[in-house]
């Protein structure tokens, strides 16, 4: 019987075998897999200036008016898109988080209110396990949005809106992984979020209370968060001597000096480029009116991080005055900015 066995299993492997196809091009493979996703996001481009334009404003403007969470479902491949969408709106004002189906049935329905809306995620819409968090919103009459390829389904019959999305070809060559389908899934969840960014006015000072960590949390602190200032700052009156002014820069250790009029407003700045170009024996004796760059670049505190780095690196310089009213509060320089990671 046990070789029997072995034989049948030794038979079954080599029919395997024998149908599976050659490696083909890798390279050939990725690009083929692009197409034909990008083949799927232009569909969806379409239906959304077309069949589906109406289904997805009445989406936004029910999600908009939610006074409680997001509540985003889904199981398997939609699952797991639908968690990032949930976090997605979550980090940018949208109250949400991902509740798993099979979970739901099993008591975190308790978690949802009459005050929320439901998300649900099925590219079939016959997912059986959405069944009881489906029935629960009928119920207890939460509002119910569908990101679905068939609204005559069941979780599209039953759903408040519905977002159709078009049957767009896999990229797996059996036309079994969910790929394209997962891709315009996660693309209508970007739509989604963005859409209710702009409704609710979401700025970039509210995306930094989200985001207060790593490289994103530092491009998103503003300049006055990591200006040098108070007695950091390099400042002389006019009227000093280039000796002082070069002592100064020698002791700040930024780069500059900034020369300020009898009002305290910025009248100046001298570089170490400054210095390099009237190198001379009466340098040091000279006024610091005549070396010094009149109306030099300023930034102000209100800027974001990133934005002063940008604007040190086109302008080729390491270093900048931060100035209100043109008095000067502050200077930054580019190292303060890398040592934080801004990118």
């Known amino acids: 019987m046990q070789k029997a066995l072995l034989s049948l299993m030794t038979t079954s492997r080599s029919k395997i075998a024998a149908v599976k196809q050659p490696p083909g091009d890798p390279v050939a493979s990725a690009i083929r897999t692009l197409e ?8 969806l481009g379409a239906e959304l200036r077309g069949a589906m ?23 398997g491949k939609s699952g797991h898109v639908g968690q990032k969408i949930a976090a997605t709106f979550a980090s940018t004002g949208t109250p949400a988080f991902f509740v798993h189906p099979s979970e739901a049935s099993h008591g975190d329905l308790g978690m949802v209110t009459n005050a929320d809306l439901i998300l649900a995620l099925s ?28 609204a005559e389904s069941a979780l599209g019959q039953q759903s408040d809106v519905v977002l159709k999305l078009p049957r767009a070809q896999e ?17 209508l969840g970007d739509c989604l979020a963005m859409a209710l960014l702009e409704a609710r006015g979401f700025t970039a000072h509210d995306f930094k209370v989200f985001h207060p960590g790593g490289s994103l949390g530092a491009n998103l602190k503003y300049v006055s968060d990591v200006m040098n200032q108070g007695d ?32 305290g407003q910025l009248a100046g700045v001298i570089t170490d480029g400054d210095l390099r170009r009237h190198m001379g024996p009466d340098l040091l004796k000279s006024s610091v009116d005549d070396i010094m760059t009149r109306k030099p670049k300023t930034i102000s505190p209100g800027m974001l991080a990133s ?15 931060v100035v209100e009213k043109s ?12 040592r934080l990671g801004v990118v």
């Open 36 to 43: 034909l996703e990008g083949d799927g996001l232009a569909q």
């Open 53 to 75: 334009s109406q289904a997805f404003a009445d989406a936004v403007r029910r999600l908009v008016a939610v006074s409680g969470r997001v509540i985003v479902t889904g199981i």
């Open 123 to 150: 590219w079939s819409g016959e997912t059986v396990e959405l069944k009881p968090i489906i029935t629960y919103s009928r119920r207890f009459k939460v509002p119910l949005v569908a990101i679905t390829s068939r």
């Open 171 to 187: 990229a797996c060559p059996h036309g079994l992984a969910p790929t394209t389908s997962t891709t315009m899934q996660l693309a």
């Open 232 to 263: 950091r700052l390099p400042l002389l009156p006019l009227g000093e001597t280039m000796g002082n002014a070069l002592m100064m820069m020698t002791e700040k250790s930024l780069g500059c000096v900034g020369v300020i009029d009898a009002k």
């Open 307 to 321: 934005a002063a780095l940008e604007l040190l690196n086109s302008s080729r310089i390491t270093a900048l005055f």
């Open 327 to 338: 008095k000067p509060v502050g200077v930054i320089h580019i190292h303060d900015l890398l």
